[in-house]
């Protein structure tokens, strides 16, 4: 096979983003050792700031070339790196580009969040940034990925980086503890991926996505065999690690509450986003034939219900907010495992002809529009907390927001609609969200996790108005100054912008997200 070098160069056109990134977080980690004083390790936090705006901005004319939108097969023009076969490592679509995006925004405000408060905590170590987008860099990868090699690397990458800054503060044992919990859980969640990984390939003969599902086609129904299933099984684990799904959670709340909060609000958003979009390629493009989707669909229902379940009811009792909104964040991974559920019952059979096409739509569309949503809502709610920190308060429990709407009345309004998008409230994103996917299920005939999920949203409620009363009934603490920034102002901005915008006009989201689907219409 001859070496195609115009080939190889285009294949390099559609990976400038990632090779922008790449160049950044090197440039970073040689700059660290020379950041020796704050003026300088701020210097080196909006370097990593622009660098992430600069990749967003790489990103759109990959998004103008013709043929991105509405083409995610083997055959798309983003295509690259053709192994033997002609099946390719990555494809540059716009469901990677999409969803690509939200995690360098992620890491973007996650980033203009920390400049100050990583100074303020002493964790201003210049190395912090460049691992911090080595993590953003292995997410783009592992939502690009058509091939296990790719999505192992990818997947380890972010993985990797994101377990030494949940341990940044080394100092602190709560930080440890979290680090550690979430290394050793990880790592054996990577062992049953990659079990699973080599079981699949022995009974289908192939890593790519696209190989496997030809493969999986060209076997009888009903003979998968007990390798293949067992294969499935240990995706499913391994993927339910990554959205810190029931009953794969256990490393959540100790590694949120112990984090730097800027870590916290990044993983909950840019490692859970790239987890779904990792998750919806996986198993919508490798696995969609009918036999394997009754599978894996019958599995998500159950984790979906489960960390609805558990994720909203634990959260009743936390008193520490990080935790609070760690196991609201398991409970929201249950929610966007909603519309993977309705997506899988399509594939299945289990709709009638007639619906079939708008079901499989809606599905997808409601995982893609939440997952903007929820990234928007909680980035937001995390700034507020850093905001938070001030003097000998550490903003981090839910008493240090008693009275706040005396002491800061616009702060404790910004921070009720980000509380009230969580909840799912009409006229903020997460309403939109949470739309489309209890509908999406509804259609899908699963009216029992539809009934699961409205119950549970319900609950949330309450935990998030706990919030809400505390700031405007509850008598104020003791005052004192706020670490407020025009970083840290901006991004709370940026994120109530999306909050409102995608609440109160979601037509172009909806319009945007279309474009995007793995599987069409």
């Given at each position: 096979m001859s070496f195609d070098t115009a080939q190889y160069v285009r294949d390099l056109g559609w990976l400038l983003p990632e090779l922008w990134l790449t160049l950044a977080g090197f440039v970073l980690l040689a700059l660290a050792p020379f950041a020796r004083d704050a003026a300088a390790r701020r210097r080196l936090a909006w370097l990593s700031a622009v660098a992430q705006g600069i990749t967003l901005v790489l990103m759109v004319p990959l998004l103008l070339r013709d043929g991105v939108f509405g083409a995610a097969g083997p055959d798309a023009p983003g295509a690259v790196f053709r192994v033997a076969g002609g099946q390719p490592l990555l494809v540059i679509d716009g469901f990677a580009l999409l969803f690509g995006g939200l995690v360098v925004l992620a890491g973007l405000l996650s980033t203009l969040m920390g400049i100050r408060f990583l100074e303020i905590e002493k964790l201003d170590r210049g190395e912090f940034h460049a691992v911090l987008l080595f993590a953003v860099l292995g997410g783009m990868f592992l939502v690009a990925s058509t091939d296990f090699i790719s999505l192992f690397v990818g997947l380890e990458t972010m993985s990797l980086s994101v377990y030494l800054l949940v341990g940044w503060a080394r100092d602190d044992r709560k930080s440890n503890e979290g680090a550690l919990k979430y290394f050793l859980l990880g790592a054996l969640a990577s062992g049953f991926l990659l079990y699973g990984m080599s079981l699949v390939y022995g009974a289908t003969g192939?890593?790519?996505?696209?190989?496997?599902?030809?493969?999986?086609?060209?076997?009888?129904?009903?003979?998968?065999?007990?390798?293949?299933?067992?294969?499935?099984?240990?995706?499913?684990?391994?993927?339910?690690?990554?959205?810190?799904?029931?009953?794969f959670h256990m490393w959540t709340p100790d590694a949120y509450e112990g984090a730097p909060t800027l870590v916290t609000a990044f993983m909950s958003t840019a490692v859970k986003t790239a987890a779904f979009g990792f998750g919806l390629r996986l198993f919508l493009v490798g696995f969609p034939a009918a036999g394997m989707a009754r599978e894996w669909t019958l599995l998500f229902a159950l984790l979906a219900a489960l960390s609805m379940t558990l994720g909203n009811w634990v959260a009743l009792l936390q008193d520490n907010i990080k935790r609070l909104l760690a196991y609201s964040s398991i409970a929201h991974a249950g929610y966007m495992l909603l519309g993977l559920v309705a997506v899988g019952a399509v594939l299945a059979g289990e709709i009638p002809a007639g619906l079939r096409s708008t079901v499989l739509e809606w599905g997808q569309v409601s995982v893609i529009l939440y997952a903007i949503a929820y990234t928007f809502t909680n980035l937001g709610a995390f700034a507020l907390v850093v905001m938070m920190r001030r003097g000998r308060i550490a903003g981090d429990r839910v008493d240090d927001f008693s009275g706040l709407a005396r002491r800061r009345p616009l702060y404790a309004a910004i921070m009720t609609i980000f509380l009230l998008s969580l909840g799912g409230i009409p006229a903020t994103a997460g309403f939109v969200g949470k739309y489309w996917l209890f509908s999406a299920i509804l259609e899908a005939g699963y009216g029992w996790l539809a009934l699961v999920a409205v119950v549970n949203s319900a609950v949330s409620l309450y935990y998030y108005l706990r919030i809400v009363v505390r700031m405007y009934m509850a008598p104020p603490v003791v005052e004192e100054p706020y670490a407020v920034t025009p970083a840290l102002a901006a991004t709370v901005a940026i994120a109530l912008a999306g909050v409102l915008v995608l609440g109160l006009l979601p037509q172009p989201f909806l319009d945007l997200v279309a474009g995007t689907l793995l599987l069409g219409p």
């Open positions: 192939s890593t790519n996505l696209f190989g496997i599902a030809a493969a999986i086609g060209d076997l009888a129904a009903g003979h998968a065999g007990p390798f293949l299933l067992v294969g499935l099984l240990l995706l499913v684990v391994g993927v339910g690690f990554k959205m810190a799904a029931v009953p």
